[in-house]
C-alpha cells in the first residue's frame, strides 16, 4: 500500500540544513493498522505530510499503492490525494461554516461526483460515525468527539485505501478518545489501511504494528505485544 | 463547480461581516463615483444620431475678415448671404438652415399668452434628423419655398396647449401671425442638443416649443433669439440690413447620400468660396470646412474640460479604492489559510483554490456593485444639482446600470488577484499543523 524507501527530507534556509528524515524505509501493507510513534522532532509529522502527498521529499522513493510519486505534479498530487488517502488530523480540521454534510461533501465535490452519489455517500458516511440525523448541524454545535467522528466521516466518504490519523485523539478525553480508537478498529478491520501517528503508548499497543521513528529514521518496527526497542541502525528490512 | 464557488462565496460574506462591510463600502463608493460621472460622461458624449452621424454635415463658411490671426477656427455660424446662397445651391440629399426664433403665443381660451422657443427651419429638417412625429407631419418644400405660415409644435407645446387632442389643422397664433398646424413631434430630445449647440446654455435641455418655416421667419423679420456676431462695421439698420451683412447667425446642415460624397461637397464649397472670394468677399475662407457630427461636438467642446477632469478623478479614486479592497481582501483571505490547508489535504488543486478565492473576489464585487448601484443614484442626484445642463443627463439607463454591476465584478476579481494567487500558494502541511 505505501512503501517508502531511502527516502530522506531536508528542509534548508541560507543558512540551516535540517534533516527530518533521512534513509527512512517503510512498508505499510494493504489493510494494516500501523502505528507511528517517536519523541517530538523525531519526524513523525513530516512522515505523515510526505505520505500525505502534503509534502515533497528531497531523495528517494515513496510509492502509493503502487504509483511512484517522485515527479508528479502538483495537480497530479492533488487527485491522488483525493482518490487515495483520507485524513484525520488532532485538532479536527472541520470547516467551521459549513454544516456537517457540507464539511464531509467536500472531497466529494473535488473528485466530481455527480450530486445523487455524494448525498448517498455522505449519509453512509455520517450514518457509520453515529452522526446521520445531526447532518444540518454546524461543528461548533458538537462535543469534541463528534467532531473528530466528522472529520472520520469526511475521511471515510471518499473511500480511500489508505487512513492517515496525526493525533486524532491528541484533544479528546479518556471516554471519547475510546470511541473514536473503536472507530478506527472497525474501518481497518472493514480493510482500510490505516497508518496512525499517536504518542499515547495505550493505543499505539492497540494498533497491529509499530513503527518507531528516532531522528528522522525509523528505529525499530515491532508488533505491539513486543516492546518497542530502540536500536542503533535503522533498518526497515525487519520488518519485512 | 462554480455554483458550488458562488455558494461558498456568498457564505464567507457572513464569516467576516465587519470586515465584509468594509470591503463592500470600499468598492460600492469607488464604483459609485466613477459610475456616477461616467454616466454623465457617457450622454455626453454619445452619438445622437448614431444611424446618420457620419454623412449629417455642418458647413462652416468663414466670413472673418482679413485681419484674422492664423490658427483662428472658422466662426460656427454662418451669414443669411452664404446661408440663402448653399440653399439655392441645393447640393446634397438635403439640407437645411436654421436660426433660433423667439415670440409670443397667443393661444385660444388660454388666460394669458406664452413665450415661446421657436426654430427657423427647412423642411428637411425633419427628414434629415429623423425627428419622430405623434399627429401630422412636417410642411411641404412648397410651404417652404413660398414660406407658409405651417408650425410644427412640440409634444409638450402640444399637450400644454391642446391636451391629449391631435390638433393638426387647428390655428395657432403665435410671433404676431395666424399659422397652421401642420404636425405635433412625438417626445424628442436628443443628447445632446446637436442640432443647435450654439448660442446658448440649453445643450442638454428639451426640444424648441415650435417650428417654423425658415422664409416665414425671414419674410416676418423675426430677430434672431440668440447669439448674433458681426465683423467689421456691423449691419445697415433694420432686419433687411442683418441679412445683407457679414453678421453671423445662422447655422447650416447638410445631409449627404453617405460619408464618402464629403470630398466632393467639400470641392463644391471651396468653389463657392472662390466665387465669392471673387466678388470681394470671404477673405480667409479658404478655412471653411465642414464637420460631421462627432466632429461637431468636439469642437463645440460639448463633453467639457471638467467633465473629463472629473471622470479621470473618479476614476482614480476607483482605483485608489481597489487598492484598498486588496488589502482587506488579503486579510480576509489569509484568516482563511487553515481552512485552504484542509481543503487542499482534501484533493482540491491549487487551480481550484484560485477558481473558489476569485469567485469569492467576485461575489464581493457583486455585492459592492450592488450596494453602489444605490449609491450611483444617490451621486447622480449630487451632480444634477450642479447645473441643469448636468441634469439633463445624469439619468441611470439599463446599459450603465449593467455596467455597474460589471465593474464592481470586475474591479473586485482584479483586486483579488493578488490575494488568490496567495491564497492557492498555502502550505497545507503548515496550516494543518497549526490548526
Not at chain 1, 174 to 200: F, K, P, S, Y
Not at chain 2, 165 to 173: A, Q
Request: net charge negative; charged share 20%.
Amino acid at each position: 500500500m505505501l512503501r517508502m524507501n531511502h527516502l530522506s527530507k531536508v528542509y534548508r534556509t541560507h543558512m540551516i540544513e535540517t534533516h527530518a528524515l533521512r534513509g527512512f524505509d517503510i512498508h505499510v501493507k494493504e489493510g494494516e493498522f500501523v502505528a507511528v510513534t517517536g519523541p517530538s522532532g523525531s519526524g513523525k509529522t513530516t512522515f505523515l505530510n510526505i505520505a500525505g502527498l502534503l509534502e515533497e521529499f528531497t531523495d528517494g522513493t515513496y510509492l502509493l499503492d503502487g504509483v511512484e510519486v517522485r515527479g508528479l505534479n502538483d495537480d497530479q498530487r492533488s487527485r491522488l490525494r483525493n482518490e487515495k488517502i483520507g485524513f484525520i488530523f488532532q485538532g479536527f480540521n472541520l470547516i467551521p461554516d459549513l454544516n456537517l454534510f457540507d464539511n464531509v461533501d467536500v472531497p466529494l465535490r473535488y473528485r466530481g461526483l455527480n450530486a445523487a452519489e455524494r448525498k448517498r455517500r455522505i449519509d453512509d458516511s455520517l450514518g457509520k460515525v453515529g452522526l446521520g440525523s445531526r447532518s444540518k448541524h454546524f461543528p461548533s454545535e458538537l462535543s469534541g468527539g463528534q467532531q473528530q467522528r466528522v472529520a472520520i466521516a469526511r475521511a471515510l466518504a471518499g473511500s480511500p485505501r489508505l487512513l492517515l490519523a496525526d493525533e486524532p485523539t491528541g484533544n479528546l478525553d479518556t471516554q471519547m478518545a475510546r470511541g473514536v480508537m473503536e472507530l478506527l478498529e472497525q474501518i481497518n478491520a472493514e480493510g482500510t489501511t490505516i497508518v496512525m501517528v499517536t504518542h499515547d503508548p495505550e493505543l499505539a499497543a492497540r494498533a497491529a504494528r509499530n513503527v518507531h521513528i528516532v531522528d528522522g529514521q525509523v528505529s525499530d518496527l515491532v508488533h505491539p505485544a513486543q516492546p518497542v526497542r530502540p536500536v542503533a541502525v535503522a533498518t526497515a528490512a525487519s520488518a519485512r | 463547480m462554480f455554483a458550488y464557488y458562488f455558494k461558498l462565496g456568498l457564505r464567507s460574506l457572513r464569516r467576516n461581516p465587519v470586515l465584509t462591510a468594509l470591503m463592500v463600502l470600499t468598492l460600492a463608493v469607488g464604483v459609485a463615483t466613477s459610475m456616477s460621472t461616467l454616466t454623465v460622461l457617457r450622454a455626453m458624449s454619445g452619438d445622437p444620431i448614431p444611424s446618420k452621424s457620419d454623412r449629417l454635415f455642418v458647413v462652416q463658411v468663414d466670413n472673418q475678415p482679413a485681419e484674422t490671426p492664423e490658427g483662428e477656427p472658422p466662426t460656427a455660424h454662418l451669414s443669411w448671404i452664404d446661408a440663402r446662397e448653399l440653399l439655392e445651391a441645393g447640393d446634397g440629399l438635403r439640407r437645411t438652415a436654421m436660426y433660433a426664433v423667439g415670440g409670443v403665443a397667443e393661444p385660444e381660451g388660454e388666460a394669458g399668452n406664452l413665450l415661446v422657443n421657436g426654430l427657423a427651419v427647412g423642411a428637411d429638417f425633419f427628414p434629415m434628423f429623423d425627428v419622430p412625429f405623434r399627429h401630422g407631419g412636417p410642411w411641404s418644400a412648397e410651404a417652404d419655398a413660398r414660406g407658409g405660415t405651417e408650425v410644427v409644435l412640440s409634444a409638450a407645446f402640444a399637450e400644454r396647449l391642446f391636451g391629449d387632442e391631435d390638433p393638426t389643422g387647428r390655428r395657432l397664433r403665435i410671433f404676431e401671425r395666424e399659422f397652421v398646424v401642420t404636425g405635433v413631434l412625438a417626445p424628442w430630445q436628443p443628447m445632446p442638443k446637436f442640432y443647435w449647440l450654439i448660442g446658448g446654455n440649453n445643450r442638454f435641455g428639451e426640444t424648441e416649443d415650435v417650428f417654423i418655416p425658415l422664409q416665414t421667419a425671414i419674410a416676418n423679420e423675426s430677430n434672431p433669439n440668440g447669439n448674433v456676431n458681426c465683423s467689421g462695421d456691423g449691419p445697415e439698420p433694420g432686419y433687411t440690413g442683418l441679412l445683407n451683412s457679414e453678421c453671423v447667425f445662422m447655422q447650416y446642415w447638410v445631409e449627404l447620400a453617405d460619408a464618402g460624397e464629403r470630398t466632393a461637397y467639400r470641392e463644391r464649397l471651396g468653389a463657392y468660396v472662390e466665387g465669392q472670394k471673387a466678388l470681394g468677399r470671404l477673405p480667409v475662407g479658404e478655412r471653411s470646412r465642414l464637420l460631421d457630427v462627432r466632429e461637431w461636438m468636439v469642437e463645440q467642446d460639448v463633453l467639457g474640460d471638467d467633465t473629463i477632469l472629473q471622470t479621470l478623478l473618479a476614476l482614480g479614486f476607483l482605483l485608489v479604492c481597489v487598492v484598498n479592497t486588496i488589502g482587506l481582501l488579503l486579510a480576509k483571505f489569509t484568516a482563511h489559510a487553515g481552512e485552504i490547508g484542509v481543503r487542499r489535504a482534501l484533493g482540491a488543486t491549487r487551480t481550484q483554490v484560485f477558481q473558489q478565492y476569485l469567485v469569492q473576489a467576485g461575489v464581493v464585487g457583486a455585492a459592492g456593485g450592488l450596494v453602489g448601484l444605490g449609491l450611483t443614484f444617490g451621486g447622480l442626484w449630487l451632480l444634477a444639482r450642479q447645473s441643469e445642463e448636468v441634469a439633463a443627463v445624469a439619468h441611470m439607463n439599463p446599459v450603465m446600470l449593467m455596467a455597474t454591476l460589471a465593474v464592481a465584478v470586475v474591479a473586485a476579481i482584479l483586486a483579488g488577484l493578488l490575494p488568490t494567487w496567495r491564497a492557492c500558494k498555502v502550505v497545507p502541511a503548515i496550516q494543518l499543523k497549526t490548526q
